[in-house]
Every structure is written in C-alpha cells, then in structure tokens.
C-alpha cells in the first residue's frame, strides 16, 4: 500500500471525510485520498479548514496532522492515542525498563547515526572526516558525548565553516532542515503509537514539557536522510530559495525516494522507522537485545 504525505499550504481548502476517504475541496475541484493511505498531513494555511470527522478519521487509520505556524513551521502535532493490541503491557515494560537497557539503546543509536552521517559525507564530499572512526569510540549512554564531537565536524564539512546549525534561524538551509525534521518527527512519533509505546517516555531525551521526547531520540539515526534531501533541494534550486511550494515538493520527493537496508532488504522510510519502533517495543520487554538500526 502507498503512503503518502500531504502539504496543504498555498491555498485555501476545506477537508471532508466521504466513504472513508480524505476529501480535499480547493476551487479548481475535490481531490479524495484514502485514509488508510494517509501517512501525514501537513496543514501551514489559515484558510483550511476540517470537520471533526476528519480528525478522527486521521487518528483512527494511524496517520498524523502536523500543523504549521504563519512561518510554515511545525506549531503541533496530533497522533493516534491507541495503536496496538498490546499497548497495556508494551507501556508498562516501556516504563520499567533500567537505566542500563536505556543507555545501551543510546550508545547503538548514536553510533547508527554518526556512521549515517560518515556515509553522507563520504557520498558528497569524498571522505567521512574521522566519523566512522569515531562512531566506533561510542560507550554505553555515549558517556564521551561523541554526538556532539561529530556533529561539530559534520555541519562545517556538509555545509562549510561560517554555517551554522540553529533550530530559530530562518536562512534557507536551517528552514528547509527544520521542516525535513518536523516531518521525520512525526513519521517516528506515528511509528512509535502504532507500535504500542509512549511518545513521551525517552530513553535519552527528559524534558517535562516535551510530549515526544521518545520519538526524539529515535529520529536520531535518520537525520542524515533529511541532510541529504536538503542537499539535493539546494542542488537544484539553489541555497537562496525560501521554503515554497516547489523546494517543499522536492524535498519530500527526496525523503520519500530514501531507500534503507534492513535484514539484507530495502525498505523505504515507512517501513525503517516501522521495524525500528517495532524492535524497540522487543527490547523493552526484554525479547530482544538490539532495536533494528537501518544502513544509510
């Protein structure tokens, strides 16, 4: 089954729910697409409007609506609250796991995303910038904070010494970032419910006002997914371009064309952060020692 991701941005619409399906009324006409199709909705117009049976319709076939400020950038988030048979007994072993289990997790994560983006690196700029090497120094609950070294390294080699990674800048890069990751984040958040696990219980990331702190730590290791998608926007409009409509399209072009290995198959991005949630409810209720890590 298709999925897909739909951006409502530019113009104005009104969304209906007809035989099970998302009806889009814009002025040149409707546009249905099955619910059951529907991975993410991405609202960033004042003028849409939808009735309540939309937004149920959405939660009960396990899609997500993200919507957007003025800016276009994510404000909020609604996901499934219900999502799995065994969500009872999948929360309670997520809620007792130790500290140690926790930090384990963190340490495979971190290593997973450093070489994730070592392999970026080598792919545009020709080598990896001592990442892999250091991926490989990563202990348990990365005690060393390898992930900040490398990410030092990372942002000045992908995208030159005067850049800067910062979530509040509005230049083209970090906005074309943040919106890649706004996305990412809702996939993993999505993945996670279905799953029958807490957003909001982490491993690594606790922060009392943070509803996704889970889904935080597990985006980790895709993040050079987006890093590379932006790469290859900026390739072809240039690193002027403001985040429209047509950088944005290219963008989730990009992410969705993202291919993982996973047990010796390619899966696409649904299917990675899928079997990663899955594997990580299997590690919670100690059937498993390892969540299931894509290569990038």
Known sequence: MQERIIDLSETPAALSVRYDQLVIKREEGEF???????????????????????????CENGAALLICNEKKMPAGMIIPYAGHFMQTSRLAAQIKTGRATQKRIWQQIIKAKINAQASLLKEVKG????????????????SFNFEAQASRRYWSALFGDKFRRLPEASDSVNSMLNYGYAVLRSLV?????????????????????DQFCLADDMMEPFRPTIDRAVINTIGFYGDTTGLDRGSKYLLLEEIFKSKFAINGETRDIFDAVRFMASSLADVFAQKKKKIILPEI
């Open 32 to 58: 249905p697409t099955p619910l059951a199709e529907l991975a993410v909705l991405i609202v960033a117009n004042r003028a849409v409007n939808y009735t309540h049976s939309v937004l149920v319709g959405i």
């Open 127 to 142: 080598e990896d910038w001592g990442l892999t090497r250091m991926a490989e120094q990563v202990t348990s609950g990365d």
């Open 189 to 209: 958040a999505r993945a996670i419910c279905a799953s029958g696990l807490h957003p909001s219980i982490g491993i690594h990331h606790h922060n009392r006002y």
